[in-house]
């Protein structure tokens, strides 16, 4: 297993023959190929981590 991206937005990149293996916090999350479907992935993830975020908090507290 070869590391690819240290760092890619948190995840840790390793190439492992002919797949690719995402890993976030020593939980494997995906393990796909080619390796822009697996940043792709990881992008659609982010983005919908953020917008569930900023939908909690424009939700939660009352505005005054």
Do not use: W
Request: glycine share 2%.
């Amino acid at each position: 297993m070869r590391t690819i991206y240290e760092n890619y937005r948190g995840f840790k990149i390793n190439k492992d023959d002919n797949s690719y293996t995402a890993i976030h916090s020593n939980c494997i999350i995906m393990n796909q190929s080619p390796l822009s479907q697996v940043l792709d992935t990881i992008d659609s993830y982010i983005d919908s981590q953020l917008n569930a975020l900023q939908t909690d908090e424009s939700t939660s507290y009352p505005q005054s």
